[in-house]
């Protein structure tokens, strides 16, 4: 599918990837729709668009709410005719044991993650299947390969959203709809605002775990999955390595997440109040596609450092079986 002038919907676009990928593909001079809780932040996302030689329309609403999802779809198709593309990105997370999150935090994740996707797969495939042609753009993480501790509910979800994906692809190609095209995008650690956001119940303060990322960089694969869709697309050489290596010795991995989680995705150093985080009531401002996590920075030594870990006990645990 070629980029220019398609009419692109995505949720999740007040901050984030979501907000990346709305910027990049105004850059296209794509028509969007943009939709999240934030509307003051949808304002300055739309106006950022327009600039970048875009249009873009703004429909706030809360993806857990299916009747606002569809009127996401209808508004679309009042305004410019067709959907070509639907990306959902909006997601929020939890930190905390799993026995210490509270029910209603461990079940809005999933409302939003999870059943937010399932909103915006039904809205978006009525009139991509009508249509004939369209794509849809889930965004997982390789937490939903590799689950990680303190975020059940997170990996939950995003272990959910592949099997989602991958449900709709079976009864798309059953159908006979081969113009219609459903990828799922799995980031590894991203410089976006999820961290200081997240609701908190570890009682330690939450970083991005490095290496990390830029949200461009996952705006750019989204780009290409526009052009050319894909299955499933690992964004970050080091996602792409653990997932490789999770195949072949999958407790390792298993073990070895569960270690760079508590030392380096929990500060040792800074506690933390419990809370909420946006979960419940969407953060304060105008969002940001950053988090200020430097991704793009310092990544190369801390990319090449963790390669080498995990080659370096790849080899060991190899080792060790042989003999």
Not at 48 to 62: F, H, L, M, S
Not at 143 to 168: C, D, E, M, N, W
């Amino acid at each position: 599918m070629r980029i220019k002038d398609r009419v692109v919907v995505v949720t999740g676009a007040s901050s984030g990837i979501g907000r990346a990928a709305a910027l990049a593909l105004a850059g296209h001079d794509c028509a969007l729709v943009l939709t999240a809780r934030r509307e003051g932040a949808l304002q300055q996302v739309a106006e950022e668009c327009t600039a970048r030689g875009g249009q873009a329309i703004v429909v706030p609403a809360d993806v857990t709410d299916a009747d606002a999802v569809q009127q996401v779809a209808r508004q679309a198709l009042d305004r410019f005719g067709r959907i070509d593309v639907w990306i959902n990105a909006a997601a929020v997370t939890v930190f905390g044991p799993f026995q210490d999150t509270p029910l209603q935090d461990f079940r809005r994740v999933v409302d939003v993650n999870l059943m937010g996707y399932v909103h915006g797969c039904r809205a978006a495939l009525a009139v991509l299947r009508e249509q004939g042609r369209g794509v849809l753009i889930n965004v997982s993480s390789i937490v939903g390969v590799i689950a990680q501790p303190y975020t059940p509910a997170y990996g939950t979800t995003k272990f959910a959203i592949r099997a989602l994906s991958t449900s709709l692809r079976q009864e798309l190609w059953l159908d006979g709809a081969r113009g219609v095209k459903v990828c799922t995008v799995l980031p590894a650690t991203i410089d976006t605002p999820l961290f200081q956001q997240a609701a908190n119940y570890t009682g330690r303060e939450v970083r991005a775990m490095p290496p990390v990322y830029t949200p461009e960089r996952v705006a750019h694969t989204i780009v290409s999955l526009v052009r050319r869709p894909r299955r499933e697309v690992v964004v970050g050489p080091m996602g792409r390595s653990l997932v490789l290596q999770s195949k072949f010795t999958p407790g390792f991995v298993e073990k070895l997440m569960a270690f760079q989680v508590h030392r380096r995705h929990l500060s040792r150093k800074h506690p933390a109040p419990a809370g909420s985080g946006n979960l419940h009531e969407p953060a304060a401002g105008t969002g940001s596609a950053r988090g200020g996590w430097h991704g793009g920075r310092r990544t190369a030594l801390r990319r090449t450092a963790t390669a080498a870990m995990l080659l370096g006990a790849a080899v060991a645990s190899a080792s060790r079986r042989q003999r």
